[in-house]
């Protein structure tokens, strides 16, 4: 194990003790039929709604389609454990309380949302607004939360990152544009994206770029390479790598080989 695995471990642990500690705090449990907190679940990086950059290739029928936002169980009329559920605007939060109260229901939104998935203080900063909380309430809990370490912004980007270059492919363009609208800082952005290099860029846009030519078989070079380049633009992948590695891949390919 590396020193930054064993890093990445030892912030997991302390994550893992300040939710206990947190949960204690607010007095709710998982199941918890007054605060509908949902079991912890460990790290799932599919939240976060990331979507490649660009407009889709009208005519390529191949199309990589856009992760969509995680959906929201207060949103959707749920509670965690899929319940259906009636509420207000607000998800059926009050807020006429005292401080104290206030700041028990703003702890049991942001545990709720902890317990989907990881989020950064602005994606929770954003979404105790929308539940119409004070911002100063806000601002005390969210200090809180990431005092005791479940708010890191600097670990949420670097699992971002990690997890979208692998499993979407994104180049360092289309991962620091998500990283934004996450609302991570930007020295913290470019902390996280230094991860990736640019021969990680190029070996990630040549497996893309393999993929895509075992669906178009028999098309026109032309147009497995306007479908090419449109792909790995939505990625995020600039010109300077993109050509050259479409370039290679349509030289390898079978059909393209001279007799």
């Known amino acids: 194990m590396t020193a930054g695995d064993d890093d990445r471990a030892a912030r997991l642990a302390r994550?893992?003790?300040?939710?206990?500690?947190?949960?204690?705090?607010?007095?709710?449990?998982?199941?918890?039929?007054?605060?509908?907190?949902?079991?912890?679940?460990?790290?799932?990086?599919?939240?976060?709604?990331?979507?490649?950059?660009?407009?889709?290739?009208?005519?390529?029928?191949?199309?990589?389609?856009?992760?969509?936002?995680?959906?929201?169980?207060?949103?959707?009329?749920?509670?965690?454990?899929?319940?259906?559920?009636?509420?207000?605007?607000?998800?059926?939060?009050?807020?006429?309380?005292?401080?104290?109260?206030?700041?028990?229901?703003?702890?049991?939104v942001v545990l709720r949302q902890l317990s989907m998935a990881p989020r950064s203080r602005a994606q929770l900063e954003k979404k105790l607004r929308q539940k119409g909380c004070d911002d100063a309430v806000a601002?005390?809990?969210?200090?809180?939360?990431?005092?005791?370490?479940?708010?890191?912004?600097?670990?949420?980007?670097?699992?971002?990152?990690?997890?979208?270059?692998?499993?979407r492919g994104l180049a360092r363009t289309a991962l620091a544009h998500e990283l934004r609208k996450h609302g991570i800082d930007p020295e913290i952005a470019t902390g996280a994206l230094s991860q990736v290099g640019a021969g990680d860029e190029r070996a990630r846009?040549?497996?893309?770029?393999?993929?895509?030519?075992?669906?178009?078989?028999?098309?026109?070079?032309?147009?497995?390479?306007?479908?090419?380049?449109?792909?790995?633009?939505r990625k995020g992948y600039s010109g300077e790598i993109a050509w050259p590695v479409i370039r290679d891949a349509l030289d390898a390919a079978e059909e393209h080989q001279r007799d």
């Open 15 to 108: 994550a893992a003790a300040a939710m206990a500690e947190a949960e204690e705090v607010v007095g709710l449990r998982p199941g918890d039929p007054e605060g509908n907190v949902g079991a912890v679940a460990g790290p799932d990086l599919s939240g976060g709604g990331v979507v490649d950059t660009g407009e889709p290739d009208a005519d390529d029928p191949d199309t990589d389609e856009p992760d969509a936002d995680e959906p929201d169980a207060d949103e959707a009329g749920q509670d965690v454990d899929g319940r259906a559920e009636r509420r207000a605007p607000t998800g059926g939060l009050s807020w006429s309380g005292g401080a104290e109260d206030s700041e028990a229901v703003a702890r049991g």
């Open 205 to 233: 846009a040549e497996q893309l770029a393999a993929k895509k030519m075992r669906t178009m078989h028999g098309l026109e070079r032309d147009v497995q390479a306007r479908r090419l380049a449109g792909m790995l633009a």
């Open 139 to 167: 601002a005390r809990v969210l200090e809180r939360f990431t005092a005791v370490g479940l708010i890191d912004d600097e670990a949420y980007a670097e699992m971002f990152v990690r997890s979208k270059q692998a499993d």
